[in-house]
């Protein structure tokens, strides 16, 4: 699906970069040339939140990048029993409404499993948010073995966008999805990985490279 989603503006902001020229003119009708401005400000911020940079992905076997764009909040090993049933480590990383919002492929790998549940819109930043928001969760399968990664809504961030499903392919740095504004991605891996970050790290989605797999 990567070659869909490669334009410099996603394509999912255009209908709020349009809203916001709209109510331009009418501001400009109502208030002349500064209620205008309010209106062209508001633009530009949605064509700037949802902006689809080019990424420089890292070679090499065994590479795991960052899914999005943020900050780590918190790497910790846990059990997962949705799709990994295997102790893990998780990373947590948040993401601010300057970020940009668009979410990649940690490593390559075919997708086997999507599904997004139902939940509430805590600030992304609460450890409960990871269990109570709403999310989407993205199973993968690779040649180290099954990752997860998951989209998570936050106080501000209302829609989860996933552009794949069962039976993709994907390689590593690929562009599977975004969220609609302040929000957290989560990523799962096996406890054999090395992680390469560590909390209040700042990443880049597709381009820092998080963890690597070593056999």
Known sequence: MEHNHR???????????????????????????AGAVIGLVFAAFCLFFFRNPERVIPSGRGVVVAPADGVIMDITTMAEDRFMKANTQRVRIFLNIFNVHINRNPIAGKVEWVEKVAGEYLPAYKDEASHRNVRNYLGISTEWGRIMVVQITGLVARRLVCWVQPGD???????????RFGSCTEIYLPEKVSINVKPGQKVKGGETVIARFYK
């Not at 999912?12 to 040339?33: K, Q, T």
């Not at 392919?169 to 969220?179: H, K, N």
């Open 7 to 33: 334009e410099p503006v996603a394509r999912e902001g255009w209908i709020f970069v349009i809203f916001c020229i709209l109510i331009s003119i009418l501001l400009y009708f109502l208030a002349g040339y």
């Open 169 to 179: 392919t994907m390689q590593t740095g690929d562009r599977f999805g975004l969220i």
